[in-house]
């Protein structure tokens, strides 16, 4: 299953290095796929040869604005200035449960990301998303594409 880890401790620097998301745009997963009580993660990037990203607890369905789609609520454990986000669901992988689905879409993230960052050290961020004013997660490609 996905590891996800606690925020960034802060004697660990964080690398911002963009490199094109090819996957998560063109995953297809619907709303029903996730369940209010679920754990999820959301992979940023990479941190010491493994994925990295925001563990997270979906909550409720909430309109994704970005996207104009159904979208979902989630609580970040850890808190801080935006412990409530709306997520649109192709950017969400499951942790508490083993689903087909997500974990083949974790290997392809797995199989571009650790080759590419093998010799980083720390935390490299791929700068795939952003959070707006609204508290919505997006997308590089969902900003770009104006949805």
């Avoid at 994704?64 to 192709?90: K, V």
């Avoid at 974790?106 to 700068?127: F, M, N, Q, S, W």
Wanted: glycine residues 6%; hydrophobic residues 35%; charged residues 20%.
């Amino acid at each position: 299953m996905p590891d996800a880890t606690a925020p960034r401790p802060p004697h660990i620097s964080t690398i911002w290095a963009p490199v094109p998301d090819r996957l998560t745009p063109q995953r297809d997963i619907t709303h029903a796929h996730f369940r209010p009580g679920e754990q999820v993660v959301i992979v940023k990037g990479v941190a010491d040869g493994e994925l990295w990203g925001d563990a997270m607890t979906v909550v409720t369905p909430s309109w994704h604005t970005p996207t104009d789609e159904d979208g979902w609520r989630l609580r970040n454990p850890n808190g801080g200035e935006r412990t409530y986000i709306t997520a649109h669901p192709r950017y969400m992988i499951h942790l508490s449960r083993r689903c087909a689905d997500c974990l083949i879409h974790h290997r392809a993230l797995k199989e571009i990301l650790l080759p590419a960052y093998a010799t980083a050290t720390g935390i490299v961020d791929c700068g795939w998303y952003s959070v707006t004013a609204l508290n919505q997660l997006v997308h590089v490609d969902d900003a770009r594409s104006g949805r």
